[in-house]
């Protein structure tokens, strides 16, 4: 079985296979009926258009470069590799077709990549995760394959506008927050740079949800992205390994075991092109969707009218790949997401080995020594985790190797990447459960736990009142669990934290008595965004203006360059262009609100903006509970008194984990305060409120080009990084913020006066905590103010007492202000009123949004990717000639 199927190149479209007179005749009749109805569409789709469409010929040309070969080859697949019925070429037929013309390019790039890997045969990665979001495919391909002007003069002579076809791709929902984007930007800076490397992941079919606003708050509806299918994948048929769940362990006489019975669900791949941007690379996104085979269709059962029963393996392999993160409060919830994670480490394992095998056994004889030097296993947080287990249990009962070995093998494969510090986070699952699915890979880890105390009574005897915390398995009577972050750190060659703090949170605290162990062990990788897709595809306007001014486009593979920027930060000529620029960005932003929410914004007005997974210590609430006070100041002023303050749009956004409770109610609540600011006469002029339904890549593309103010604000030592603040500060949006994640260095590299600093820093966190354990937190007047005035019923009937109550107490589950919105309320607010003065000198603003942008030269993904690639990874570029 090749591992990797080239795709029939799409010459097929000449159709020669009929011989037949008759039979030539009679396709040849239907070809003429379906191409003359397409051309009646497209004459319509072009007349109600208004535009002038040339004489365009459906014609195959799959690497065409004009414009003009372009629109042939797109007209070609309406016509001949239809999706819909042949009567209208409207944008959503359009979108279809270009999509077909643009992957022409992409498969034959993709097949000379794959060619040129099985060439040389150099050491590849394998990036697992649980979370993609790639956003829109359409307008990063023609962006990467430096065809997007060609393209929308194609589609011009096509009655279209490339804008109206863009916007009907829905996105891939196949990720929730930063941890899919990053490892998407991953991919992208991957192919950009020429490295070897696979990305693996699953084929959600209903996402996470989709986020509905209604007057109860949010409402979760499935996505429907693969509701038609999506142009971008391609089914392998020949890529299908069976996963196993459930079952029991045999030990045969020779003394080895093996994992025996269960259920067998089918891992399919369907794989998704990641080009590179100006490369002839073209990488995979390789994601997997169960299934199970027909012989497991039951059919006596089926015709005796038990059609449940008779597809009941059917069913269950439908439910693993779903939906992302599905709840997990009974065990069958707890099983399927064990399920997902097993499924997804299962597959790309069997893959990775085969692929090895097949180019190894090519050479002669494979070496199990060499796969190391082949492979590179990165586990992007734990969910991939049981790739350890697994690994191991392929090595030993299927490969026949020893403990040592194995374990040799898998410790100098596999590298794992922490995202967080948070307890809920840091995965710890049920030894029942992981006895019952996986009996075979729990005994593994038993041993793998077992080894490594006897290692560490040994040889580090002073640590033997830690292990309790440190080992994999807690044995606590109450509720035995594995700890899956655990795990990874005995059995990585490398753990990496993804912002200098956290890398020193990790070193320092979470896994310090690991770090006293393996000090060389642990690294910092600070994360970073591709700037193709951040900043030079989403703003055309300010990525042409950088262009002018450094003299060169070279900047946007290598991000260092805008630091050359800052010699032009006076310059007047500069700043007219740069707010022109922002200008055209904020009311295209005003457009898509108006469209998406009814609310008509300012874009006079600054746009505050503050865009993330709804929790409670990214502190959505203590923005809110900003804007309630100065909603409420705003009231109590004269209207003389109101034009002299800083009009501002406040615009919220993101999902709340379906069932995380006071999330959804500070949804609930930024939409109460947003129905009455906006309503209210003598105060929407100078402030709007706007929730943003359905936060996903696209709408970023949208938000962060046009937002002046980023809102960073999480409690310190609680947000691994963060990635979005990377490209609000790219776009030339200034950052309010706490010293955590990422922000430390942000502020750093674009310079502390354009950085709007408020709140406790991380050292200060636990100390502040007892205090208000302690009773001596003394709340500020404005913070009380703005609890009452909630209270007060200013916003609606909805019953708020038990999210403010989380706010109040000194203790106790749910109180305490565990993540510190009283506490930073104060200072909070004299950096807003800072923002609010700066924002009123237009040209002091302009200088710092400019100095943002030239300082963020060191957060692009190329970075953090080269170094990952040197300095764990240890691959290299291989680059198609």
């Known amino acids: 079985m090749s591992l990797f199927p080239l795709i029939s190149f799409p010459f097929h479209y000449l159709q020669k296979s009929f011989n037949s007179g008759i039979g030539y005749h009679i396709f040849s009749c239907k070809f003429c009926f379906f191409s003359k109805l397409s051309d009646m569409s497209m004459e319509a789709t072009t007349k109600s258009n208004g535009n002038t469409r040339a004489d365009v010929e459906a014609i195959a040309q799959p690497l065409g470069e004009q414009a003009t070969e372009i629109a042939s080859n797109i007209k070609y697949h309406a016509h001949f590799s239809p999706h819909f019925s042949p009567f209208k070429f409207e944008p959503e037929q359009a979108y279809y077709a270009t999509a077909d013309s643009v992957r022409d390019r992409l498969i034959k790039q993709w097949n000379d990549t794959y060619l040129h890997y099985d060439k040389v045969n150099p050491k590849q990665t394998y990036y697992l995760s649980m979370e993609y979001l790639q956003g829109r495919a359409l307008t990063n391909a023609i962006g990467n394959l430096d065809i997007h002007d060609a393209y929308a003069d194609a589609l011009k002579k096509l009655g279209h506008d490339l804008e109206e076809v863009v916007e009907q791709e829905k996105d891939a929902a196949l990720g929730n927050g930063g941890l899919g984007r990053l490892a998407s930007c991953f991919l992208d800076s991957m192919t950009t740079l020429n490295l070897p490397a696979w990305g693996y992941g699953l084929r959600y079919k209903y996402g996470l949800f989709k986020q509905l606003i209604t007057k109860a708050g949010q409402e979760e509806v499935p996505e429907d992205w693969l509701e038609k299918f999506s142009p971008w994948e391609v089914v392998r048929h020949d890529v299908v390994f069976p996963v196993s769940f459930f079952g029991h362990v045999e030990v045969l006489p020779s003394g080895s075991r093996k994992w025996v019975g269960g259920e067998v669900i089918q891992a399919v791949a369907y794989d998704v092109p990641i080009p590179g941007y100006r490369t ?311 457009q898509y609100i108006l469209r998406v929410t009814g609310v008509s914004i300012d874009p006079n007005t600054l746009f505050d903006i503050q865009v993330k997974r709804i929790h409670e210590y990214k502190r959505q609430l203590l923005n809110v509970l900003s804007v309630i006070y100065r909603y409420k100041k705003l009231k109590e002023m004269s209207p003389q008194e109101r034009k002299n303050t800083t009009p501002r749009t406040v615009m919220i956004g993101g999902k709340a984990f379906a069932t995380y409770t006071n999330a959804k109610r500070i949804v609930k609540l930024v939409t109460d305060v947003g129905d009455v600011v906006n309503s209210d006469p003598d105060v929407n002029n100078y402030l709007k409120v706007v929730f943003i339904p359905n936060y996903n890549v696209s709408v970023a593309e949208m938000l962060i080009p046009g937002s002046e103010l980023s809102q960073h604000i999480s409690t310190a030592g609680m947000e691994a990084s963060g990635t979005s603040n990377m490209k609000f500060a790219l776009n030339g949006c200034l950052i309010i913020g706490t010293l955590d994640g990422a922000n430390v260095e942000i502020r750093e590299e674009i310079g502390e006066d354009n950085f709007f600093l408020f709140g406790a820093t991380a050292d200060e966190v636990p100390r502040l905590r007892k205090e208000r354990e302690n009773g001596l937190f003394k709340p500020d007047p404005r913070f009380e103010e703005a609890k009452q005035f909630i209270r007060s019923g200013a916003f609606g009937t909805y019953d708020y007492n038990p999210l403010l109550e989380s706010l109040e107490g000194n203790s106790g589950y749910g109180r305490g202000d565990y993540f510190l919105v009283g506490h930073d309320f104060p200072s909070y607010m004299d950096a807003q009123s800072r923002v609010d003065e700066a924002y009123k000198d237009r040209q002091r603003w302009i200088k710092m949004s400019i100095l943002s942008t030239s300082g963020s030269g060191k957060f692009s993904s190329d970075r953090t990717i080269s170094q990952y690639a040197k300095e764990i990874w240890n691959i290299e570029e291989c680059r198609v000639p």
């Not at 190797?401 to 307890?423: C, F, M, Q, S």
């Not at 041993?447 to 290692?455: H, M």
Request: hydrophobic share 40%.
């Open 280 to 590: 002839k690379n073209t990488n995979s996104l390789r994601l997997w969707e169960a299934k199970a085979s027909s012989e497991d269709f039951n059919l006596f059962l089926f015709n005796d009218g038990q059609y449940e029963s008779a597809a009941q393996l059917y069913s269950r392999a439908q439910q693993i790949c779903a939906v992302l993160y599905p709840g997990d409060a009974t065990e069958n919830g707890k099983l399927l997401r064990l399920k997902q994670q097993f499924f997804l480490c299962c597959a790309s394992l069997q893959d990775i080995i085969a692929r090895f095998k097949e180019r190894e056994d090519g050479k002669g004889a494979h070496q199990w020594s060499e796969f190391p030097k082949k492979v590179a296993i990165q586990l992007n947080d734990t969910h991939p985790t049981l790739t350890i287990p697994e690994l191991m249990r392929l090595l030993m009962d299927d490969e026949g190797l020893g403990w040592d070995e194995a374990w040799n093998i898998t410790t100098r494969t596999i590298a794992y990447t922490n995202h967080t510090v948070l307890p809920e986070a840091l995965e710890k699952w049920s030894q029942a459960v992981m006895w019952k699915l996986l009996p075979r890979h729990m005994e593994i880890i038993e041993e793998i736990d077992k080894r490594f105390v006897a290692t560490i009574m040994s040889e580090r005897p002073d640590l033997e009142n830690k292990m309790p915390s440190m080992r994999i398995l807690d044995h606590d009577t109450s509720k035995p669990v594995v700890r899956m972050a655990n795990l990874c750190v005995v059995s990585s060659h490398t753990v990496n934290g993804v912002a200098q703090l956290h890398s020193d949170i990790l070193r320092a605290e979470l896994f310090a008595d690991y770090v006293s162990v393996w000090p060389t062990k642990f690294q910092n990788k600070t994360n970073g965004i591709t700037p193709r897709r951040w900043i030079r595809f989403c703003s055309p306007e300010l990525s042409h203006i950088i262009t002018k001014w450094l003299k060169t486009d070279q900047w946007v593979t290598n991000l260092e360059l805008l630091a050359n920027l800052r010699e032009f930060a006076d310059n007047a000529e500069l700043h007219a262009e740069w707010e022109s620029a922002k200008m055209a960005n904020k009311k295209r932003l005003a």
